[in-house]
C-alpha cells in the first residue's frame, strides 16, 4: 500500500523538436510538502501543465489518488483535487478579493454567475470562500479590487483562491516570488498549518532558502529530466546538482 497522492511513471513532454520532459517519475506522498527546483528552462512549468491537465503528455502516466488522471480534461483534474497557482499572476480586472473565492469554485461555474446577487451563490461555495479568506489573513481585504493590492497580498488571493477549490493537493508555480523575507517567512508558516491539516503540496521555487526550510522532499529537474531527488539535505550536498544548479545560486 502506497500513500503516494500523486504519482508520475517516466512522463515526458515534447513540443515540436524540444523535449520539455524527459521520462520524469516522481511521487507527492500524503500529507508532504514537495518542491520542485532547476535553473530556468528545466521544465518545471511544464510539469505542472501535465499534471493539472493543460498540456497532455507525450508519454507516461500521471496518477492521482489512485487513478490515471493522463488524459483527462483539467476541469476534471481540479474536481479530483488538484488546485494550482500559476508563475505570473492571474488575477481579474475590476473583482474583489470575496468575488475572486467565489467564481473560482468549480460549483460555482462561470463567470456570469459573478453578477448575481452574492445571497443566491451557493451556500458551501460561500462557506469555502470563508474559509479561504481566514486561512491567508485576506478578511481585511475581503471588499478590495484584488489588483490594487500589494504584489505578496496578490498571490495570497491566488493561494486562497485555489483552496476553495477543495483540493488535496495544492500546486504553487513561484509562490514567493516578488515577497520579501517576512512575506516569506509568513508564507511558510501557513504552508506549513495546512500540511498540518492534510494538505499535500508541490511547487515551484528559486528562493532556495524557503524550498530548504519547508519542503520534505525535493526534485531537481534540469533540460527536462531528473538530475535528483531526495532531502533538502541530500539535495544541497549533492555534486550533481551543486554543478548543474545550486553553484551558480
Ligand atoms: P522557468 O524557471 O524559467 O519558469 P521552467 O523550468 O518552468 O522555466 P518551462 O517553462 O517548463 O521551464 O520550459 C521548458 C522548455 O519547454 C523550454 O525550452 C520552453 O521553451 C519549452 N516550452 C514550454 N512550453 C512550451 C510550449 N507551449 N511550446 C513550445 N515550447 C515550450
Known sequence: MSDALLKLDTVSKVFGGIRALSDVSLTVPQNRIVGVIGPNGAGKTTLFNVITGAYRASAGDVVFDGQSVTQWPSHRIVRAGIARTFQNIRLFAGM????????????????????????WADPKAWARAEEALEIFGLQTYRDSIARTLSYGLQRKVEMARAMTAGPKLLMLDEPVAGMNHDEAEELRQLLLRLQGRGLSILLIEHDMA???????????????????????????????????????E
Open 96 to 119: 474583489t478579493v470575496w468575488e475572486h473565492l467565489l467564481v473560482a469554485q468549480p460549483h460555482q461555474g462561470s463567470m456570469l454567475r459573478r453578477v448575481l446577487p452574492s445571497r
Open 210 to 248: 524557503f524550498v530548504m526550510n519547508l519542503c520534505h522532499q525535493l526534485y531537481v529537474l534540469d533540460f527536462g529530466a531528473l538530475i535528483a531527488a531526495g532531502t533538502p539535505a541530500e539535495i544541497r550536498t549533492n555534486p550533481v546538482v551543486l554543478d548543474a544548479y545550486l553553484g551558480s
